[in-house]
């Protein structure tokens, strides 16, 4: 896969923002094959084990200390030298996501929220393979639910021959509810923990589950939710729209928006961060 975007690209032909007739979608078939190799790689990568050692590596958060906008300025360094033209620079994705939100006049914390949602990504300027960063993510330590896409690329997962693995429960008691399951491992969990003291609950669940498409858009996984993650994925995927449908080809103003979302970010966040 050539650059960081190429996943929320494909995310936008599987979820069109108007969808085409059932008979029509056929998602598998279309994919481009630099998108179906990075299915297949995190799939296969993505096992219990890995997802425990990355949460050893990263979740210590002694890498640099940091504040919210420089964060944005740093991911911003995410370029995608191979096709400069056709991606939005990092940062105008955030403000796109939350200028939206902000114009729907939502509250302050849905739209700081929104503005920070990727932030994670910055996994990648730490080396981290795009496979690791970004993707759809999905429930490990429990079997692999046939409704997250490209399923049969699980068949490469060493997980996939362990039987307790790969039991409907897995490790996991039903109904335990979503914070007590092992997602597979990339930029959501990672900024959920860098922003956990400072946000409200639904901002928190909008950040930490804002890839986990197989639970928030197909629906799987409902044995192992609790009655507080219905009005969770309420707000995963009231978030999710503005996360998709907002990409615009027309360019922020980055210098005119940034007093605004300064006086924001202060309102939520210290001055530096631990990542
Ligand atoms: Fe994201
Ligand atoms: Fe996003």
Redesign the pocket.
């Known amino acids: 896969m050539s650059d960081i975007d190429a996943w ?1 690209d494909d995310l936008l032909r599987r979820y069109p923002e108007t969808p085409a007739s059932a008979g029509f979608r056929d998602y598998v078939n279309q994919v481009r094959p630099g998108v179906r190799e990075f299915y297949f790689q995190n799939h296969r990568y993505q096992t219990f084990d890995f997802v425990k050692r990355k949460r050893a590596q990263f979740l210590s958060l002694d890498r640099r200390r940091m504040g919210m906008w420089e964060a944005m300025e740093f991911l911003n360094q995410l370029v995608d030298d191979s096709d400069p033209d056709i991606d939005l620079p990092q940062i105008e ?2 403000l796109q ?1 939350a200028e939206a939100i902000r114009h729907d006049g939502r509250p302050r914390w849905y739209i700081v929220a929104g503005l920070i ?2 932030l994670g990504k910055i996994l990648c300027l730490w080396g981290e393979p795009q496979w690791a960063v970004v993707g759809d993510t999905f429930p490990v330590g429990c079997r692999f639910a046939e409704e997250i896409v490209f399923h049969e690329a699980f068949r490469e997962n060493e997980d996939w021959g362990h039987a307790q693995y790969q039991s409907r429960l897995g490790i996991y008691q039903a109904h335990c509810g979503l914070d007590q399951v092992l997602l597979s491992w990339g930029h959501d969990e990672y900024l959920y923990h860098v922003v956990r003291e400072y946000l409200p609950p639904p901002a928190l669940a909008m950040i930490r589950y ?1 890839s986990c498409y197989p639970i928030h858009r197909e629906g799987a996984y409902a044995y192992l939710l609790n009655e507080d993650d219905k009005s969770t994925l309420k707000w995963v995927r009231d978030f999710n729209q503005y ?2 449908y907002t990409k615009r080809e027309e360019r922020m103003d980055v210098e005119a928006l940034k007093p605004y979302y300064e006086e924001l970010l202060a309102e939520f966040f210290p001055a530096t961060l631990r990542w």
Request: negative net charge.
């Open positions: 929320e994705h955030l996501t949602h990727d804002h996360d998709l």
